[in-house]
Structure formats: C-alpha cells, structure tokens
C-alpha cells in the first residue's frame, strides 16, 4: 500500500507537473522543481526515498520482526492520510474533491 500511493503520489507529479512550480508545498519539492518546471530531480529523489524507506521496512521486518508493525503502521497512516490529502479530501464539506477533473483541465 505504501509503494502504491507513492506510485500514486508520482503520477500526479508528472501529470500535473505545468502546475507543480506553483502549487507544490513541500519546500524540498519545491526546491528540486527548476525554473522551468522540470520535475525529473524531484521525482528521482521522492523514488529513491521510497525505495529507501521500503528497503529499511523490509529489513526491520526480516531482523527485528516483533517491531515490523510498530514501524509498518505508522508509515502506512502517514501514507493513508498523504493519499487523502491528495484525491482532494475536504473535511468541512465531508467530500472527495475529484481530482480527475484537474488532470483532464489543469
């Protein structure tokens, strides 16, 4: 699940990516998207950081495997609430913003 909302997470990268320079709020993010809204360093940092995270997920689960879950669930509520964010959740409304009509009109 993990890996799949930050494959998610970088699809709507790329996708949306004419609107990024202006719209993202990550710092870091920002800092990695260049003048003219090339993406490409950002994308390869967020994979590296995913591959490393899964990486150290796995080995925590192969050698310490009574703590696997303390450290699973946090990230995984991190990226439930990262994927919430991101399909446009409106918590005052109690709706999902459709994010779809972004991708077709951005």
């Excluded at 930050?6 to 790329?14: G, K, P, Q, R």
């Excluded at 003219?36 to 967020?46: E, I, P, R, T």
Aim: aromatic share 8%.
């Amino acid at each position: 699940m993990i890996g799949l909302i930050s494959a998610y997470d970088t699809f709507l990268i790329v996708k949306l990516q004419a609107l990024l320079r202006e719209t993202e709020q990550n710092p870091i993010g920002r800092m990695l998207i260049t003048e003219d809204g090339d993406v490409s360093y950002f994308v390869a940092v967020k994979m590296a950081g995913t591959i490393v995270a899964l990486g150290l997920l796995a080995a925590v689960h192969r050698h310490m495997p009574k703590i696997s879950l303390q450290v699973a669930v946090p990230m995984l509520l991190f990226q439930v609430a990262l994927f919430i964010y991101l399909v446009g959740y409106d918590p005052v409304a109690n709706t999902i913003v459709d994010v779809r009509e972004w991708m077709i009109n951005p």
